[in-house]
């Protein structure tokens, strides 16, 4: 290899081997590790680089962040791409007339998808959060304020739901969004945090968001629950299967830690689990869950995941992710569709702008763009 460097690509699960003999001091005899490049165990699953996650849509239309999507997109090929809060106030997607009456916007959207359109990639499209004119209520999650209320008409957000969808079917077309994903809210099961509401509230805002979907053309793919911690999984294809609501797919998260879910400005301690099957086990279980469900056959995208829930935890800049991330991907097989790394860049507002170039951020790349999770191996 040039200048004898192994460059581990940890983040897309890509790596190089080597057949070498170590002397760790002169009397000490040689360790062999053998590879037989004939055998194989049959293709390799990619799903780790099916879907990157990234903070919120708003941050998609700073030229830093494009930058370094598509400096992602060059080196891991990337698929898909999954950010928050796309209905947010800072998109500009609805307000009422003084009559009450809707109106659209999607200006900022078409920027932000005909981009990532651009990149060879597609949205995976999360609904969320609620804007301010559509809210029941006030609370809101992170220095953006992304409101986490239930909507304060069911029906203004199913017109919401199927407007957009009919306009992605209008500017990209229905062969390209039928390659989509459209995934319901995010991590409801956090009250407070994500959702204000019940896991009524939200199975009925999934109702409505599906049909929404699905009117505008049946072979569009809706899912969720997009829950924390592996949680309501059961409960949701329960739900969709007694009430005949579409459904497509599983979405949930887990992270490498145990105790809490939510870190919403980085000031709480986190440690890591010392569990050998943290994380890969709940993928596994979701996979159970699923084969033993009404519909043993949906799909199962784990649409966040990594060491640590907190946007300030130094284990995301050390080197001990780079194995725990390889671990994960090898301890999960072929249980998950899609595992989306949450987060690809350290351009990441949730607790705000952030002040050192190393703060434990969760992405990829930090904010200047050095590859944080690429190790490099010196032969």
Known sequence: MKKSLIILFVFVGLASFKSFAQTTNADSQNRIIKVDFKKEAGKLNTMFKECIGAGRANEGLRADWRQQLALVKKECDFKYIRFHGLLTDDMAVYREDEKGNPEYNYQYVDVLFDYIISLKMKPFVELGFMPNALASGKETIFWWKGNVTPPKDYKKWEDLIKNLTQHFTERYGA??????????????????????????????????????????????????????????????????????????????????????YLDEFGTSGTILSQDEFSVSGDILNSRKQIATSAKPNLELHYTEWSTSYTPADPIHDSYHSAAYILQKIKQVGNAANSMSYWVFTDIFEEAGPRFTPFHGGFGLLNTQGIKNRLISLII
Request: net charge negative; proline share 6%; charged share 20%.
């Open 175 to 260: 062969e390209e969004v039928k390659t989509w994903y459209f995934e319901v809210w995010n991590e409801p099961n956090l009250s407070p945090g994500f959702w204000t509401g019940t896991q009524a509230d939200y199975f009925k805002l999934y109702e409505y968001s599906a049909r929404a979907i699905k009117s505008v053309n049946t072979a569009y793919r809706v899912g969720g629950p997009a829950t924390a911690g592996a949680a309501w999984v059961p409960e949701t294809i329960d739900f969709c299967a007694k009430n005949n609501v579409p459904m497509d797919f599983v979405s949930t998260h887990t992270y490498g830690v145990k105790h809490g």
